[in-house]
Structures are given as structure tokens and as C-alpha cells.
């Protein structure tokens, strides 16, 4: 079963915000979302994670809405070197260690 | 900072030989996991360890095998390697429960 729900691809101009949606209508309360990014020929890296309130690192914002079940990963500033596929993943905390990654988003940053 | 470590970036290797794929991390993790990516499939998991000696089915663990024998070495193993298996294997390790993966950089395995 589908947990999340991302588009394909989508392109950003550089040096603008980036804004990748993320639908998890079946979100459980207990539930987090997290985000991890994979670079071409590299292991996934994760950015961020949150449970109900809205988060910020040094990589990124991510925004959850009130009802839970969607969220948006916000670059802020795009840099060629964002060129990634971005996952949306919801882990489950009486399954959590069978961590599923779909396809993800193919975010492209052009110049 | 965190280090996976895989042994091997490339392999190629024949129908029915055994491979073995090494993984180390250096960060004290109890949790290691090994993936594999295919195009349009996403990665999915095989095999995952919390433990040493301990270890848990993940969604496609057939014809794979697992063993960790210590905490910072978690290998895989296909007894007979078919042509299926070629892919990008993945080993990742992580802190507690809701930790956060660190992944090694992939060991794109050819079975010819």
C-alpha cells in the first residue's frame, strides 16, 4: 500500500524556493514524516523530519498541515547542487524498521 | 560524522557464485539495513539487524541471507547469485527507533 503520494518530477529555477508536496491522507496520529534526498551514484541523505509542527534545519523547512495528511519540503534557496529525487516517507511506529521508499520526486535545478 | 562504509562500488559476478557484500559503520548504531534499488521500484528492504546475531526479514529477503556478528558489520549474502539480483544494494545504519538512516554509497552488483 501507497503511504505517500508525490509528483514524478518537477523543475526549479536556481536560486528560488523549491516546494515539493507531499500527500499521506492515512497518516496515524503517532506517525512522523520524514524526508531523504538521493544525488545521482549516492546513498540516500536524510534532510528532515516532523511530527505535527512545522520544521526548520539548516537544509530545509517542512511544513505539515493542521490535518496531518500533507505536507511540503521547502528548499529555499534551489542550488544546482539539489539535483535529486526526493522521498516522502511515513514511518510507522509498530512497523517502523520496514522503512519503504517509493519512486519520489525528481526535483531538477536549472541555471 | 557518521560513516557506511561498503566494501565494493562495483561488482560483476557470475550466475550461481556467492557474494558477499560488506557493510561497516562507525557510529555505534544498533540498527543496520540493507536495500535494494531498481529503476522505478524505489529502494526496498531486505534484510534489517538491532542487534548482534539478531536479524529480520524486510520486504524481498529471498535469496538473501544476512549475518552480523558484530555490532558495526552487517553483511549480505546470496548464496547463488541469478541474474535478478543484478542491482544497487544499499547499506544503511541508524540510532534508536525513530533514528534517522545514514546510508553507504551503494554497491552496484552485475550478475552476468
Known amino acids: ?111 | 560524522d557518521v560513516k557506511v562504509t561498503q566494501s565494493s562500488r562495483y561488482l560483476v559476478k557470475r550466475t550461481g557464485e556467492k557474494v558477499f557484500l560488506e557493510c561497516v559503520q562507525d557510529m555505534d548504531h544498533e540498527n543496520m539495513f540493507w536495500y535494494r534499488q531498481d529503476p522505478g521500484l524505489g529502494l526496498r528492504l531486505i534484510y534489517f539487524s538491532y542487534d548482534v546475531k539478531m536479524k529480520e526479514k524486510g520486504d524481498i529477503p529471498e535469496g538473501y541471507s544476512v549475518s552480523r556478528e558484530k555490532k558495526e558489520r552487517f553483511s549480505l549474502i546470496l548464496e547463488s547469485a541469478s541474474t535478478n539480483q543484478t542491482s544497487m544494494y544499499l547499506c544503511a545504519s541508524s540510532l534508536g527507533f525513530l533514528g534517522e538512516l545514514f546510508f553507504g554509497e551503494g554497491s552496484r552488483l552485475t550478475v552476468l
Open chain 1, 1 to 111: 500500500d501507497a503511504k505517500t503520494t508525490q509528483p514524478t518530477s518537477m523543475d526549479c529555477a536556481e536560486g528560488r524556493a523549491a516546494n515539493l508536496p507531499c500527500n499521506h491522507s492515512t497518516i496515524s496520529g503517532n506517525e512522523y514524516v520524514y524526508w531523504y534526498r538521493q544525488i545521482h551514484s549516492q546513498g540516500p541523505q536524510y534532510i528532515i523530519h516532523g511530527l505535527k509542527n512545522n520544521e526548520t534545519n539548516e537544509m530545509a523547512s517542512l511544513i505539515i498541515t493542521e490535518d496531518r495528511k500533507s505536507s511540503t519540503l521547502i528548499l529555499p534557496h534551489a542550488t544546482l547542487r539539489d539535483t535529486a529525487v526526493y522521498y516522502c516517507i511515513v514511518r510507522a511506529k509498530s512497523n517502523d524498521y520496514k522503512l519503504s521508499f517509493g519512486a519520489g520526486t525528481t526535483v531538477t535545478v536549472r541555471a
